[in-house]
C-alpha cells in the first residue's frame, strides 16, 4: 500500500456518506496511484535522458528527443490539468455540498431545512426576519452529503443585527456549491422573482429555484406565470411535505452534471490537490525552457521538480513532516 492509499483508509474511517465512501474505498484500491505513476514513470524515462546528455556536457549530443519531450510534457498537462479540476467535485464530496437555502423573508426556508432534515433545527415564525444568523445541517441525500445552511431572508434590514444576517447571506452565497432560492408562490410576483434571480444567478453559483406553500394555491395554474420564465422551477410545500422528494432528486441531479458516477479519477485530498498544481507550474517551466532551447543542466531541475512533486502523493517522495501530519489523522490504538 502506498501513501496515497493509506490516505484513503483515513478517508474511509471518516466518510459521512455513501458517495465519499465509494471514493476512498476506490482510492484505496489504487487507481489514482498507478494513474499518477505512470506519469512519472513516462517523466524518469525522459529524465534519466536530459542527465545522461549532462555526462556528456563536451560532446554536445542530444539523447533526449525534445519534440517528444514536448508532446509528453503537453500530455502529462492535459491529464495533470484534469485531475486539478476534478478536486472541485472531490472535495464536495468529501466535506459536503454546501447548499445554502435563500431567499426573501418569510418565504420558508427554515420550515424547508426543518422538513428536510425532518427534525425542528431553526425557529419558524410568522414573522419575517425571524432567522438572523446562518443555520447548518449536513443530511445525506441519494449518498451524497449536503450541508444545508439556512440563512436570514434577503431585504432591506430594519436593523443592525438583521443587517449583519443578510451581509452574512451574501457571504455564505458566495462561498456555496449550490444556492437553493426559495419564494413564496402566494406572495411574489413573477417580475419580483425574476429580479431576485438576476442578482443571483450573477455569482455563477448553479441556482436551484424553488417554490413554497403551494398548499396555499387553491388552483395550481396560478404557477403557470413562474414556470413560463424559468422552466425548471421545483414546486413544494415545506408544511405538507408535497414536493420535497421532487426537490431532493433536484439536489443530487445538480450535482450529478458535473461529472459524479463517471469512471474519470477523482481527486479529493486537498494534499494531493497541491502537489498537483507544484506539478503543473514545473511542467510549464519544462515547456518554457523547450521554447526557449534551454540547455539540459536547467531542464533537468525543472523535470526532477515536477518528479519530486508527483512522487509526493505516492509517497516516493517523503519527508518527515508530510508523514507526520498524515498520520497524526489515524487515530491508532482506538
Ligand atoms: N402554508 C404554508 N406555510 C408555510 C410553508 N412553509 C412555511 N410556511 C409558514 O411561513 C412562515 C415563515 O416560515 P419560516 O420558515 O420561518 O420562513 P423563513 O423564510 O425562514 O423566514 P425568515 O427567517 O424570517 O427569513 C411560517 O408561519 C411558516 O409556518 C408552506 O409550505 N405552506
Ligand atoms: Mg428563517
Redesign the pocket.
Known amino acids: 500500500m502506498d501513501l496515497s492509499q493509506a490516505e484513503a483508509v483515513a478517508d474511509l474511517i471518516a466518510s459521512h456518506s455513501a458517495a465519499s465512501h465509494t471514493l476512498a474505498l476506490k482510492q484505496m484500491r489504487g487507481g489514482f496511484s498507478n494513474r499518477i505513476k505512470e506519469l512519472r514513470g513516462k517523466l524518469v524515462h525522459f529524465a534519466s535522458m536530459v542527465e545522461l546528455e549532462l555526462d556528456f556536457g563536451e560532446e554536445d549530443v542530444e539523447f533526449a528527443d525534445r519534440t517528444a519531450l514536448e508532446n509528453l510534457t503537453n500530455e502529462l498537462q492535459e491529464i495533470i490539468t484534469r485531475l486539478i479540476r476534478s478536486f472541485q467535485l472531490g472535495n464536495v464530496i468529501k466535506s459536503g455540498v454546501s447548499t445554502v437555502i435563500a ?10 431545512l ?1 422538513r428536510i432534515v425532518q427534525e425542528e433545527r ?10 438572523r444568523d446562518t443555520i447548518e445541517e449536513a443530511i445525506s441525500i441519494g449518498g451524497i452529503l449536503f450541508r444545508l445552511i ?1 440563512t ?2 434577503i431585504r432591506e434590514a430594519t436593523d443592525a443585527i438583521e443587517k449583519l444576517g443578510v451581509e452574512r447571506t451574501y457571504e455564505k452565497i458566495s462561498q456555496s456549491a449550490i444556492v437553493v432560492y ?1 419564494f ?1 408562490v ?1 406572495n411574489m410576483s413573477p417580475e419580483l422573482l425574476s429580479h431576485d434571480l438576476k442578482r443571483l444567478k450573477a455569482d455563477g453559483i448553479p441556482v436551484l429555484v424553488v417554490g ?5 394555491l387553491p388552483d395550481r395554474r396560478a404557477l403557470e406565470p413562474y414556470t413560463e420564465q424559468h422552466p425548471k422551477i421545483v414546486y ?5 411535505g408535497e414536493g420535497i422528494a421532487d426537490l431532493e432528486q433536484a439536489l443530487v441531479e445538480t450535482l450529478a452534471g458535473k461529472g459524479l458516477g463517471t469512471e474519470d479519477t477523482i481527486v479529493s485530498s486537498a494534499r494531493h490537490y497541491d502537489s498537483l498544481l507544484a506539478t503543473r507550474e514545473a511542467l510549464n517551466a519544462v515547456l518554457a525552457g523547450l521554447a526557449n532551447q534551454n540547455t539540459g543542466d536547467l531542464m533537468a531541475l525543472d523535470i526532477r521538480r515536477a518528479l519530486h512533486h508527483l512522487g509526493e502523493i505516492t509517497g516516493e517522495i517523503t519527508t518527515d513532516d508530510l508523514l507526520e501530519n498524515i498520520f497524526s489523522k489515524f487515530c491508532i490504538g482506538k
Open positions: 431567499g426573501r423573508p418569510n418565504s420558508g426556508k427554515s420550515t424547508l426543518n431553526a425557529i419558524v415564525s410568522d414573522i419575517p426576519g425571524t432567522t439556512d436570514a431572508g426559495l413564496d402566494s413554497n406553500k403551494i398548499d396555499n413544494v410545500s415545506a408544511k405538507t
